[in-house]
């Protein structure tokens, strides 16, 4: 036989092995990629998916391999290849476009990531990754119904997926439907996702729907978590102050002011919650110091004023309310008040023109008639102090203190068959001093 011969008996023979190895060889690279994408080394895995692919070209497996190597590397176009790739060879697999649509989404392709996704659900309409994700791209469109409907798939495949519950309460809130928004944080929270984010979310849908003792819940555990921020106390002490629990608001106040003594809202709310618990010393204080801010603050200044009243300060009180009434001249409770004090210091014609300018300007200011009634009375112009009584009880016919001052200045006048009459409606309403007028003036002149 002929010397060339062996040589192409050898080739043919290797050719045929190699061929019939090929399969052996092309798993061998697979697994070695394998091993290589495990142990987080990318590089080596796309070498050894790529050496796959040359011995077997139609295995998906190995495109999509290489493909996630490509993803972890960063680079997208190449994955993207590679996933097209698995896809045609491979079109019912609901994965291969999860893993396409993601890789997508990381090149903010979203509309393509879009596409992906929805296409993996209707390979599989239970495919809850799918869901998911595409819920968070509804999200970033604002197309917070799909959102809900997605998340509620997601859901109802896995009832423990705290994430789900936590971005379809965030939908809710969006959609303005807060309890359900606020039932949704809840159940994150109860499956474990105790994170600052959902209680931040809770508190402020638990706000919205006016459930402060639920809000204050949260800020406890908000402040618990964060270590104490500054505006997480002034915010509890918001919400103790709106439900009038003023035991709480004020030391909440308090430790903000400690960080941040120039905090003017939680001056101006301490210097309120003061003066509900009768400390008005400190509630003047307060208002002192966000007068040195706002020396023009009309507000502030009658609440000051009003302070002063109560400390029995009355040339300080009509200070500050006649400044109010300078910065704000529409406002009639700063006429009012304005009155009282004149009143107290025995101004009483100053106190009849403060009362007036306060109903001109608010024509049912009922107390403002009641009080230049009173003050009529103690000058003796009781016909005048009637047609105040009058006007307060057009207001409000229940007014138990005008029937009694009425009666007081009708039998001043002798008119007491119609003063003993105002002087039981007065008791009717509840204002029992009436009875002694009764028995004084009354029986006698049945």
Known sequence: MKKWIFPIIFLIVAIIAFYILRPKFAEMSYKQAEEYYDSSRFELAVEKYSRAIRYDDEQAGFYAGRAMSYDSLENYNNAIDDYTRAIELDSASPHLHLYRGLTYSEMEKQDKAYDDFSQAIQLDSDFQPAYYNRALIEYDRENYDKVVSDLSEVIRLDSTFADAYFKRGAAYRALDEKEQSVDDYSKALELGMENKSVYEQR?????????????????????????????????????????????????????????????RDALYYRGHAYAQTNQYRESAEDFSKVLQMEPENAKVLLNRGL?????????????????????????????????????????????????????????????????????????????DAIEDYDRALEIDTTYAEAYYNRGVSKINLNKFPEGCDDFKKALEYGYQEAQEMIDTYCERHK
Do not use: C, W
């Open 203 to 263: 508190v402020q849908a638990r706000s919205e729907l006016s459930d402060y003792e639920g809000a204050i819940e949260d800020y406890t555990r908000l402040i618990e978590i964060s270590g104490g921020e500054t505006q997480l106390y002034y915010q509890r002490g918001y919400l103790y102050f709106l439900i009038e629990e003023y035991d709480g608001a004020i030391p909440d106040f308090t430790n903000v002011l400690d960080k941040e003594d120039d905090h």
């Open 307 to 383: 302070a002063k009243m109560h400390m029995g300060d009355f040339q300080q009180a009509k200070q500050d309310l006649k400044n109010a009434t300078r910065h704000a001249p529409e406002n009639e409770k700063a006429y009012y008040l304005l009155g009282l004090s004149f009143a107290n210091m025995g101004e009483h014609n100053e106190a009849i023109s403060a009362y007036s300018q306060a109903a001109e300007i608010d024509s049912s200011y009922k107390e403002a008639y009641y009080y230049r009634g009173v003050t009529q009375g103690v000058l003796n112009n009781h016909h």
